[in-house]
C-alpha cells in the first residue's frame, strides 16, 4: 500500500510553474535582477575594480571623486569613491555579499526553528501545540527589531568589542532569525494539524509507518509550499531589517560594512554634496528588497491553489 499522497503530481505542478513563470514578465524580471545581484555579490572578490576594505589598495588622493560620467569623475571609479578613497562599487558589491548573507543566514534559521516546532505542534497536539503557539503568539506582539536590539545589546553587554566584531555576523543573524520564528510556526502548525486528518496519513499509521517518517516524508513536503512563499518574502525583509540595525549603528562593525554599514556612512555627507556616497548603496537596497518582494507575491499567486 502507498501511502504517499498522489504522486505523480510533483512533476505535473513542476512543468505548470514553470508555464506560469514563462507567462509572467515581471516575475522573470525580478529573478534576472536577484540572480545578478547574487552573481556580483558571490564573485565580488574577482568583479570589484578592488577591495575596499584593504588599508593597502587605498589611496587618500583618490578620496569623494565623483562617478564617472560627471564633472571630474574617473572612468577606473565607475560610481565614484568616499572620504576615504573607497571604490564604491567595489564597496557595494562587498557590501551586498554581507546583507546576502545576513539574509539568508536569518531565514534558514528563522524557517529552520519553525518548522520543527510547527510540525511538533502540528502532530503532537495538546499540551505541546498548547506551549508553542502561546510562546509564538507572546513573542509576535513585540516589535522584531525590538527583539533584534535586545539580542545586540545583551551580546555587547557580554562580550568585548573585539569579540563581539567577530561573531558580529552570528549574532545578526540570531536576532533577526529568532524574531521572525512565529510566523513559521503557525503556518506549519496549521497545516500538519490539516494534513494529519487526510485519509493518506491514517493509512501510513495503518501499515505501521513510524510517526517521525509520516511527518518528514508525507507531512512535510505537502505543507512546504506556504513555507516557501513565507521564505521568499521573508528574505527581503531580513535584508531590510538587517540594514535598519546597521544603520543604528548595531549591526555589521565598521570592518565588515553591510549595505546599512555604507548608508550610515554615506548619510554623513549627503549634505556636502557627495550624494553618490549614500545613494547608491540605497538604491541597490530598494531594488534587491523590491526584487525580491515581487518574485515572492508571485510565488503566493502561482501556489495558492485558491487563486488559479
Same mark, same amino acid.
Given at each position: 500500500m502507498n501511502a504517499d499522497p498522489m504522486p505523480g503530481l510533483?512533476?505535473?505542478?513542476?512543468?505548470?510553474?514553470?508555464?506560469?513563470?514563462?507567462?509572467?514578465?515581471? +516575475?522573470?524580471?525580478?529573478?534576472?535582477?536577484?540572480?545578478?545581484?547574487v552573481v556580483g555579490a558571490v564573485f565580488a572578490p574577482w568583479i570589484a575594480p578592488q577591495n575596499p576594505f584593504d588599508p593597502a589598495a587605498l589611496d587618500l588622493s583618490n578620496a569623494l571623486i565623483p562617478p564617472a560620467w560627471m564633472s571630474g569623475g574617473d572612468h577606473h571609479?565607475? *560610481?565614484?569613491?568616499?572620504?576615504?578613497?573607497?571604490? %564604491?562599487?567595489? #564597496?557595494?558589491?562587498?557590501?551586498?555579499?554581507?546583507?546576502?548573507?545576513?539574509?539568508? @543566514?536569518?531565514?534558514?534559521? #528563522?524557517?529552520?526553528?519553525?518548522?520543527?516546532?510547527?510540525?511538533?505542534?502540528?502532530?503532537?497536539?495538546?499540551?505541546?501545540?498548547?506551549?508553542?503557539?502561546?510562546? +509564538?503568539d507572546v513573542q509576535l506582539t513585540i516589535p522584531a527589531i525590538l527583539i533584534a536590539l535586545m539580542i545586540d545589546a545583551l551580546a555587547r553587554a557580554t562580550l568585548s568589542p573585539g569579540r563581539h566584531e567577530e561573531v558580529a555576523l552570528g549574532v545578526l $543573524?540570531?536576532?533577526i532569525?529568532?524574531?521572525?520564528?512565529p510566523q513559521y510556526a503557525r503556518t506549519m502548525r496549521t497545516g500538519t494539524a490539516v494534513q494529519k486528518t487526510l485519509g493518506y496519513v491514517r493509512a501510513a499509521r495503518?501499515?505501521?509507518?513510524?510517526? $517521525?517518517?509520516?511527518? *518528514?516524508?508525507?507531512?512535510?513536503p505537502n505543507v512546504l509550499t506556504s513555507v516557501t512563499v513565507l521564505a521568499t518574502l521573508g528574505l527581503a525583509l531580513a535584508i531590510i531589517s538587517e540594514a535598519t540595525l546597521s544603520f543604528l549603528g548595531v549591526g555589521m562593525p565598521p570592518t565588515t560594512p553591510s549595505l @546599512?554599514? *555604507? $548608508?550610515?556612512?554615506?548619510?554623513?555627507?549627503?549634505?556636502?554634496?557627495?550624494?553618490?556616497? %549614500?545613494?547608491?548603496?540605497?538604491?541597490? *537596497?530598494? $531594488?534587491? +528588497?523590491?526584487?525580491?518582494n515581487l518574485l515572492g507575491d508571485w510565488l503566493r499567486d502561482a501556489l495558492d491553489p485558491r487563486l488559479v
Open positions: 510533483t512533476m505535473t505542478n513542476g512543468r505548470d510553474l514553470w508555464r506560469q513563470f514563462c507567462r509572467a514578465p515581471v +516575475a522573470m524580471a525580478a529573478t534576472m535582477i536577484i540572480v545578478l545581484i571609479f565607475l *560610481l565614484g569613491t568616499d572620504d576615504q578613497g573607497r571604490d %564604491v562599487l567595489s #564597496a557595494l558589491l562587498y557590501g551586498t555579499r554581507v546583507s546576502l548573507a545576513v539574509g539568508i @543566514g536569518a531565514v534558514v534559521f #528563522a524557517a529552520v526553528l519553525g518548522i520543527a516546532s510547527g510540525l511538533l505542534a502540528g502532530w503532537r497536539g495538546g499540551i505541546v501545540e498548547t506551549l508553542v503557539m502561546r510562546l +509564538a $543573524i540570531f536576532a532569525g529568532i524574531a521572525d520564528w495503518i501499515i505501521g509507518v513510524k510517526p $517521525i517518517t509520516i511527518v *518528514l516524508r508525507h507531512i512535510l @546599512g554599514t *555604507l $548608508i550610515r556612512v554615506g548619510q554623513n555627507f549627503l549634505f556636502s554634496g557627495e550624494w553618490w556616497i %549614500v545613494a547608491f548603496p540605497s538604491l541597490v *537596497l530598494v $531594488i534587491m +528588497a523590491l526584487a525580491v
